[in-house]
Every structure is written in structure tokens, then in C-alpha cells.
């Protein structure tokens, strides 16, 4: 169940000492998560994994919900960050080039701490309406509703709202749950293929994926017809 809200930090650290200590802390934050679980995850956990005392812990985060808030913030903000450098460095590419692009690179970032993202995305609750997976999700809908519209003339779907709303869901629950039942196939590569696949399929009716064609029959060395092939009904070959 939602929480009401997502408690901010107490206050941002300015001096350098201040950055590593908060830095230290959330980096024992996610130990602590990934080791324990969300069940037994607590601040005095984190503390002591940080080496500070609760007293410093709680000058920057509050409570528990505050440093998960935290912790959330950072993972989504690395999500991002490779999101924005993908689109500008492929933005104008062919669409192939720019689905697998970003699929690839949404794989990679979850290949970076994937039993993080593991609890964040299956214990960790919602910590209501300023939970940065919440905005993430609403930013990326946005970037992708763009992508189709600035391509209506490669894709052969017309309902853009529809198709943003599969494609988002689509890649989000496919990689989401690979990271714990597929990893074998998310580090190989073959899920960010078989996405992107799927998707360019889905958006140009089939005509942007090249399709295999059936080897053709080759005759027989009796001149006997191939294999599955009828013969003329009068028994006589074609000139």
C-alpha cells in the first residue's frame, strides 16, 4: 500500500565532509537492502554498516522512508542519465537503430546493480506521490509518446497514446522481471533482441524487421518434381 508521502532529507550536505558522509551512508543503505531485504532494513542497520552514528544518520535522513526515498532517487536518476544520452546520441538514427538502441541501454543500467533494483522494484513500497519511480515513469512515457510522434511516417500505428502505454509497460514488466527470473538472458543480450523485436514488429506491422525467406525447392537429379511440390495433372513437365 502507497505511503502518504516520501519524507525528504533532513538537510543537503555543502561541504565535501558532509557529501562522503551522506554518500557513505546511502552506499551502506544498499548493502544493507540488498544483504537483509526490505524486512530488515532499519536505520541502525545502515548506521552501524556506514560506521556513523544514528544521531548522523538522522541529521540528513529522517527515518527509513527518507534514505529509501534516497536510495530510489539515485537508481532512477542512473536510469535516466542513460535514457538522455541514448536518445541524443541516436535520436536521428532509423527506427531499428533507435529501438534497439534504447533497449539495449535500458538492459545495461539494470545489469549495473541488479539485486538493488531487484528489492527496489519487488519489497521496496511506493512512497506515495513524490516516489521517483513515479515521475520517472510519467517522464519516460512523455520521452517515448515524442519518439512515435516525431516517426508517424516509419511506424503503421495510429493510436500514438495506446502504443506509448504498451511500449512502456511492455519494457518495463519484461526487464523488470528478467533482472530476477532471466538473468542468463538479460546479460547475454538475447532479451534486449527479442525486444526489440517484438516492438518493431509491433510498430511497423512486420515491414521493419526483415522476414527469413524459405530456401526454395531445388529438383531432384530424376527430374522428379520437389518434395511437397505437385506435379502437372497431365503427367507432362512445363517447357
Given at each position: 500500500?502507497?505511503?502518504?508521502?516520501?519524507?525528504?532529507?533532513?538537510?543537503?550536505?555543502?561541504?565535501?565532509?558532509?557529501?562522503?558522509t551522506?554518500d557513505?551512508?546511502v552506499d551502506?543503505?544498499?548493502?544493507?537492502?540488498v544483504?537483509g531485504g526490505?524486512?530488515?532494513?532499519?536505520?541502525?542497520?545502515?548506521?552501524?554498516?556506514?560506521?556513523?552514528s544514528v544521531g548522523?544518520?538522522?541529521?540528513y535522513?529522517p527515518n527509513?522512508?527518507?534514505?529509501?526515498?534516497e536510495?530510489?532517487?539515485?537508481?532512477v536518476a542512473d536510469l535516466?542519465?542513460?535514457?538522455d544520452?541514448?536518445?541524443a546520441?541516436?535520436?536521428?538514427?532509423?527506427?531499428p537503430?533507435?529501438v534497439?538502441a534504447?533497449?539495449e541501454a535500458?538492459?545495461?543500467s539494470?545489469?549495473?546493480a541488479?539485486?538493488?533494483?531487484?528489492?527496489?522494484?519487488?519489497e521496496?513500497p511506493?512512497?506515495?506521490?513524490?516516489?521517483?519511480?513515479?515521475?520517472?515513469d510519467?517522464?519516460?512515457?512523455?520521452?517515448?509518446?515524442?519518439?512515435?510522434?516525431s516517426?508517424?511516417?516509419?511506424i503503421?500505428?495510429?493510436d500514438l497514446?495506446l502504443?506509448?502505454?504498451?511500449?512502456?509497460r511492455t519494457?518495463?514488466?519484461t526487464?523488470?522481471e528478467?533482472?530476477?527470473?532471466?538473468?542468463?538472458d538479460l546479460?547475454s543480450g538475447a532479451?534486449?533482441?527479442?525486444v526489440t523485436?517484438?516492438?518493431?514488429?509491433?510498430?511497423?506491422?512486420?515491414e521493419g524487421?526483415p522476414?527469413?525467406?524459405?530456401?526454395?525447392p531445388?529438383?531432384?537429379?530424376?527430374?522428379?518434381?520437389?518434395?511437397?511440390?505437385?506435379a502437372?495433372l497431365?503427367?507432362?513437365?512445363?517447357?
Amino acid at each position: 500500500m502507497p505511503r502518504p508521502h516520501a519524507p525528504r532529507p533532513r538537510k543537503r550536505p555543502v561541504q565535501a565532509r558532509s557529501h562522503a558522509t551522506v554518500d557513505a551512508i546511502v552506499d551502506a543503505a544498499a548493502r544493507v537492502l540488498v544483504q537483509g531485504g526490505y524486512g530488515r532494513f532499519t536505520t541502525n542497520r545502515v548506521a552501524a554498516r556506514a560506521g556513523v552514528s544514528v544521531g548522523s544518520l538522522y541529521q540528513y535522513f529522517p527515518n527509513k522512508e527518507a534514505l529509501l526515498a534516497e536510495l530510489k532517487g539515485r537508481h532512477v536518476a542512473d536510469l535516466e542519465r542513460g535514457l538522455d544520452t541514448t536518445l541524443a546520441r541516436v535520436g536521428d538514427a532509423p527506427l531499428p537503430e533507435v529501438v534497439r538502441a534504447l533497449i539495449e541501454a535500458n538492459v545495461a543500467s539494470h545489469l549495473v546493480a541488479p539485486e538493488l533494483h531487484r528489492v527496489l522494484s519487488t519489497e521496496v513500497p511506493q512512497l506515495g506521490p513524490t516516489d521517483a519511480t513515479t515521475a520517472f515513469d510519467q517522464r519516460t512515457a512523455t520521452r517515448v509518446r515524442a519518439l512515435l510522434e516525431s516517426r508517424r511516417r516509419e511506424i503503421a500505428i495510429r493510436d500514438l497514446d495506446l502504443a506509448t502505454y504498451l511500449i512502456v509497460r511492455t519494457v518495463e514488466a519484461t526487464i523488470h522481471e528478467a533482472v530476477v527470473e532471466r538473468p542468463r538472458d538479460l546479460a547475454s543480450g538475447a532479451i534486449a533482441r527479442e525486444v526489440t523485436r517484438l516492438l518493431l514488429n509491433y510498430l511497423t506491422a512486420g515491414e521493419g524487421v526483415p522476414a527469413r525467406r524459405a530456401p526454395r525447392p531445388v529438383p531432384s537429379a530424376s527430374g522428379e518434381p520437389p518434395r511437397g511440390r505437385r506435379a502437372p495433372l497431365n503427367g507432362s513437365r512445363r517447357e
